[in-house]
Antibody, heavy 120, light 107 residues
């Protein structure tokens, strides 16, 4: 059974940092792209970024709104993908989901999400 | 960025009704479109991928159609458990983008 368990959310002040984790199980982690997607009340769903699969050297893509502030990495041994968020802004407040992607590039499985609140 | 315009934003229908949701892309995305369902308190679940392919385990009352810039999700006979939010997503180009969502309520 495919499982994605996101963690690490919480309350952080503007300008601060937070690292989200997503533990994956039930599939071959290195064979899949993995995305982070966020849901904000005002802007709906927003794709945050992607880690490609191992054969693509785990290269990454980012949304313009987070490029240079957020970074995605993986740990094969722990079957986990991470979202390092720096220089956080109030508009980064959202529920963050990690997703597993099908080989054609759409998220075919979503985890439950973790809430990040950026506020002073 | 490719803009995805979804309509309606909410709809209310009765059990057994045929329901149609539309998604329009600001430029051609071929058939690189997925539809998702999110029930309250649950993670989103893929219903349709590549515009018209049914996701694993998804009931056959759900169907998708379209290509290029115009797409539809149809529920042929609305069931009580279909009360949820539905949204489309294009995966033709970066950044991946989503429609604004449609809340489906059962009368």
């Amino acid at each position: 059974e495919v499982q994605l368990v996101a963690s690490g959310g919480g309350l952080v002040q503007p300008g601060g940092s937070l690292r989200l984790s997503c533990a994956a199980s039930g599939f071959t982690f290195s064979d899949h792209y993995m995305d982070w997607v966020r849901q904000t009340p005002g802007k709906g769903l927003e794709w945050v970024g992607r880690s490609r699969r191992k054969v693509n050297s785990y290269t990454t893509e980012y949304a313009a709104s987070v490029k240079g502030r957020f970074s995605i990495s993986r740990d094969e041994l722990r079957n986990s993908v991470f979202l390092q968020m720096n220089s956080l802004k109030t508009e980064d407040t959202a529920v963050y989901y990690c997703t597993r992607d099908d080989s054609s590039g759409y998220p075919d499985f979503w985890g439950q999400g973790t809430l990040v609140t950026v506020s002073s | 960025d490719i803009q995805m315009t979804q309509s309606p934003s909410t709809l209310s229908a009765s059990v057994g009704d045929r329901v149609t949701i539309t998604c329009r892309a600001s430029q051609s995305i071929s058939s690189w479109l997925a539809w998702y369902q999110r029930e309250p308190g649950k993670a989103p679940k893929v219903l349709i991928y590549k515009a018209s392919s049914l996701g694993s385990g998804v009931p056959s009352r759900f169907s998708g159609s379209g290509s290029g810039t115009e797409f539809t999700l149809t529920i042929s006979s609305l069931q009580p458990g279909d009360s949820a939010e539905y949204f489309c997503q294009q995966y033709s180009d970066y950044p991946l983008t989503f429609g604004g969502g449609t809340k489906v309520e059962i009368k």
